[in-house]
């Protein structure tokens, strides 16, 4: 409460960094949610077609899957370091860990545009002809696999533009050692990102 | 509540936020303002006009209804209609009226802040109520018309029909947007930003709600958000998730629904609840009964609301087990709710009641409120909900608990407010005058519906048999009472803010609160100094008729 501004709220925007990792927090809360509402139908279809979604599970490629959840643990690191380095004032480190947590990012979503392209080649999309001669369990497993995946995907892209600000911020001097809560609360972000797919990767690639 | 500085207005020596000269001026001054009491005026806008067209397509429909057959349209235009009133009243009125206008507007002044905890995110969250709401509006000019699928959505006929759900579900999606970001808000606000004297059991009582609010707002939305987002998904791209012909399950999609919806339900009337703690001891001159037990019934309204969600599905069928758990919690949220009720009329006991517009808005809440919850309380029976599911019965009831609840105490609050926001004061006989009409009109309104519900009306129908003929005529009687009444309400209003009496009197009606001890209206930044708050809320320490009779 210390840093309750005095003075005009709207030219000088106080800072309280407890304040926006509370606010931070309670939207990840959501996101969890938004995605728990997903896990959900999920684990209901699970429980009513458990064949037909053992047998859809087979199809789906669990070494690009294992491939995209290390790049995706690698990015969490090279962030939590980015926010190490600007923590102990050293800002070309920040950035160039900021860039690095970027393409990996970039990597993750090539990776997904080429396991997505094979499915499609195989005729293995919502509405098309073969999907819909599957059983109806098969249906609703590749629906929530795209549907699931994808807004993790979108999640992702996301987070790009996210961190691409950051870098911008880094470089200006808005994020600095003493002041770098925004950069935290992006990692914190990222982290979610990551911790999704995590709970995505074993539902969908490694339960067969 | 006592605060040890006296004058902690300005005693008008600083321009009021009305008057105040930001970084851009005219309209831009408001619509880029982050200052949370001309958001909270913006809301108050534009919460106003989707609440009058809400109740032209609730005017439109009841007088559909006043003879059996077609009367002014068709059974697909009632469709429409009875979409839209709910879509509209659901998603842009109730939801938003209290906290979004009164929250944002006096949540920071109640507990001594100068603003909320992310005021640029305030202002996105209007934006987004904006964006959603003229995308509802949207679909009725857009060709396929709007929707026609009820404010539910229920699969499969939400993926099949040709009207344009998809605008409806998309506005839905992106006011529950909205509403997260007022939640996330206030919680952060709360927790943060509460004057350091301000411990939890200073705060006022609508504080306590609002906080509750927030944390349904967090953590239901994004349910609701998720199961839309499905259906357009569905609906769009035809990925197999509820429709029964691509393999998904219809009931599973009315779980996810209610899972939000009915939490929603608490979102709307916890701040209405809010306001009349606020005003009542303020208009009885009584200490308010129970404070612990009121904001301890917010935050357990809150828990268990989020646990009953599937007894609006008790026909759609579900284990025993799974009808006598829903069952039973649903009779156990009925009891924080009783508290409130009790301890607002233990509060009254032996008070002054002064009846101000105000207070009589508030007495009719609980009157009003009563009738609507115990006729919830009925439902919560499974066999009676089987015999009264989808009848007129339960248009009835929540109607009682949602305008009788929440619309009055909004009304309420615009009485006991809107001096203060604006310093214009409204002619108090004619506020009386429309209350008693508004009144009356509500339940000519509303009462036939309970009783020709029980008696096999079902709703949504745009046409009925013979025997229902009397209670529909007197019904749609009742509305154009009701109107008269708003009509005259708002037309008060209105007058009051061009030509009515000026005032500068900090504190109006007598309230202990701390919104009545800075100026009229409030300057930009709230307060000269930041209060010290030395006592909790609604200590009357002036009502010495109500303490001598206690000791005789």
């Known amino acids: 409460l210390t840093t309750q501004a005095q003075v005009h709220s709207t030219e000088h925007v106080h800072r309280d960094d407890v304040g926006a990792r509370l606010g931070m ?92 392209s094979v499915k499609f080649h195989h005729g293995i999309y919502p509405g098309s002809e073969t999907l819909l001669n599957e059983k109806s369990g098969e249906i609703l497993f590749f629906g929530l696999y795209y549907v699931m995946t994808g807004l993790h995907g979108l999640h992702v892209l996301v987070g790009i533009i996210l961190i691409s600000v950051m870098m911008r911020f880094t470089s200006k001097g808005v994020i600095k050692h003493d002041d770098y809560i925004k950069l935290e609360n992006t990692g914190l972000y990222w982290h979610l990102v990551d911790i999704i797919w995590i709970f995505l990767f074993p539902l969908f690639y490694l339960i067969t | 509540m006592t605060t040890d500085s006296v004058a902690i207005g300005t005693n008008g020596q600083e321009p009021s936020y009305l008057e105040y000269k930001g970084k851009h001026k005219g309209i831009l001054g408001w619509i880029l303002s982050t200052d949370h009491k001309r958001i909270g005026i913006l809301y108050l806008c534009s919460v106003l006009i989707f609440f009058f067209t809400g109740v032209v397509f609730g005017f439109l429909m009841r007088l559909e209804l006043i003879s059996p057959g077609e009367t002014i349209v068709t059974a697909q235009t009632y469709n429409k209609f009875f979409t839209l009133h709910g879509v509209i009243m659901i998603f842009l009125f109730i939801i938003p009226a209290i906290p979004a206008i009164f929250g944002n507007f006096f949540l920071p002044i109640l507990i001594g802040a100068k603003d909320v905890a992310f005021p640029r995110l305030n202002l996105l969250s209007w934006y987004l109520y904006i964006t959603g709401g003229l995308l509802a509006l949207l679909s009725i000019v857009m060709p396929g018309g709007p929707a026609d699928t009820g404010w539910t959505f229920y699969i499969p006929y939400s993926v099949r029909t040709d009207t344009n759900v998809i605008y409806a579900l998309m506005a839905a999606f992106i006011l529950g947007f909205s509403s997260i970001l007022t939640g996330l808000n206030f919680v952060t606000t709360v927790h943060r930003l509460r004057t350091q004297s301000m411990s939890w059991f200073k705060m006022p009582l609508s504080v306590w709600s609002f906080y509750a609010t927030a944390w349904v707002q967090v953590l239901a939305t994004p349910i609701i958000g998720i199961t839309l987002l499905l259906v357009v998904i569905e609906r769009v791209l035809h990925v197999g998730i509820f429709d029964p012909a691509l393999g998904g399950d219809p009931v599973l999609y009315q779980h996810l629904f209610w899972i939000y919806s009915h939490p929603a ?36 309204i809150a828990l268990f609301g989020s646990l009953v969600w599937a ?19 649903t009779m156990v949220v009925a009891i924080p709710s009783a508290i409130k009720v009790f301890n607002w009329t233990a509060t009254l006991y032996k008070g002054s009641i002064e009846l101000a517009p105000p207070m009589l808005y508030i007495l009719a809440f609980i009157f009003l409120f009563s009738i609507g919850g115990l006729t919830g309380v009925m439902q919560g029976v499974i066999a009676i909900d089987i015999q009264v599911h989808d009848t007129s ?29 604006f310093g214009h004061m409204y002619n108090i006989k004619r506020a009386k005058i429309a209350f008693w009409i508004i009144f009356f009109g509500f339940n000519f309104l509303y009462f036939p519906m309970l009783i020709m519900g029980w008696l096999g009306m079902p709703r949504r129908y745009y046409d009925y048999l013979p025997q229902f003929h009397p209670y529909h005529l007197i019904s749609t009687i009742g509305s154009w009472i009701l109107i008269l009444g708003l009509i005259i309400m708002f037309t008060n209003f209105f007058i009051a803010l061009r030509r009515g009496e000026k005032i500068t009197k900090k504190n109006l009606w007598g309230g202990e609160t701390l919104e009545w001890q800075i100026d009229t209206p409030p300057t930009h930044e709230n307060f000269d100094e930041i209060p010290v708050v030395q006592d909790y809320p609604y200590v009357y320490k002036d009502n010495e008729i109500a303490v001598e009779e206690e000791k005789v």
Request: charged content about 10%; cysteine-free; proline content about 2%.
């Open chain 1, 25 to 116: 927090w309670l939207f990840l809360f959501t996101e969890l949610i938004l995605f728990g509402g997903m896990f959900l139908v999920y684990s209901v279809y699970r429980f009513t077609h458990q064949a037909e979604f053992h047998i859809a599970a087979k199809e789906l490629n669990t070494i690009v899957g294992t491939f995209n959840t290390m790049i995706l643990l690698t990015s969490s690191m090279t962030m939590a370091l980015s926010i190490v380095a600007i923590q102990r004032a050293n800002k070309r480190l920040s950035i160039f860990f900021q860039f690095l947590t970027i393409l990996l990012a970039v990597f993750f979503l090539v990776n997904k545009y080429f396991e997505w």
């Open chain 2, 265 to 300: 339900v608490y979102i709307m009337i916890l701040p209405g609840m809010g306001i009349v703690s606020e005003i009542i001891p303020v208009f009885a001159h009584r200490t308010i009964f129970g404070y612990k037990f009121i904001a301890f019934s917010s935050i357990a």
């Open chain 2, 311 to 329: 007894h609006h599905m008790f026909t759609v069928g579900m284990s025993d087990a799974g009808e006598f758990i829903f069952s039973l919690l």
């Open chain 2, 393 to 421: 019965f339960i248009v009835g009831h929540f109607h009682y608990v949602m305008f009788g609840g929440t619309g009055f105490a909004f009304f309420a609050a615009l009485h006991y407010w809107l001096p203060k926001m």
